[in-house]
């Protein structure tokens, strides 16, 4: 065979040869991507599901018994709530409060209630002679206790948004001690009679609780 002959047969070959050589490379690398594909679909996401499923379930469980609890209690809040009916001097009290704070010696705050001015008598202001001893008074007897207070009805409230009220705490198992009239008892505060529900002339210092 002449020399010419020979190389154009050689690049034919040649030729032939690289092409299946990049048939087989890029088959190769099919084959690569397709296995890949394959390794995420066989990855466990169905057990993943499954786990999150499960978990799911159990708070649901647990919803409804914390719930049931929840209405038991208060339930049993309202109950006491209504039962406790105070009686002072043959009539219900208006409102039964717990004094959380005292501002001076005829001014307290309580809970639920509100600020309380105490009806028909005036103790000394700030800076006057005996406010400090009239302000130290009222918080022995009423701070942190529970009181009774018999409102007004005819004002309710002063210009100051204040409950007008006579206030009773607990003295022994069958009375309740009149504050207001015990402050002007012992010299703290003095009378101040306004036109309202309550005669100071006809208060006793100890009155029955049923
Ligand atoms: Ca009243
Ligand atoms: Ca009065």
Redesign the pocket.
């Known amino acids: 065979m002449r020399p010419q002959l020979l190389l154009v047969v050689g690049l034919v070959v040649g030729l032939l040869i690289g092409g299946a050589a990049g048939v087989g490379a890029g088959a190769s690398r099919a084959t690569t991507v397709l296995s890949t594909v394959e390794v995420v679909k066989t990855q466990p996401i169905t057990l993943t599901t499954e786990v999150v499923r499960i978990s799911t379930v159990s708070t649901e469980v647990l919803r409804p018994t914390t719930i049931l609890s929840t209405v038991v209690q208060q339930t049993t809040v309202v109950k006491t709530t209504t039962i406790g009916v105070v009686v002072i001097g043959g009539k219900p009290v208006?409102l039964v409060a717990r004094a959380y704070h005292v501002v001076d010696g005829d001014t307290f705050d309580t809970f639920p209630s509100g600020r309380v001015r105490l009806a028909d008598i005036n103790t000394p202001e700030r800076g006057q002679p005996g406010y400090s001893e009239a302000t130290n008074a009222l918080r022995i007897l009423v701070l942190d206790k529970t009181v009774y207070l018999?409102?007004?009805?005819v004002e309710v409230m002063d210009s100051y948004n204040r409950l007008v009220a006579l206030v009773y705490v607990d003295y022994n198992s069958t009375h309740v001690l009149n504050v207001n009239l015990w402050l002007v008892v012992n010299g703290y505060a003095v009378f101040a009679d306004f036109a309202n529900?309550f005669n100071p002339q006809e208060w006793s210092l100890y009155v029955r609780k049923d």
């Open positions: 208006d018999d409102v007004d009805n529900e």
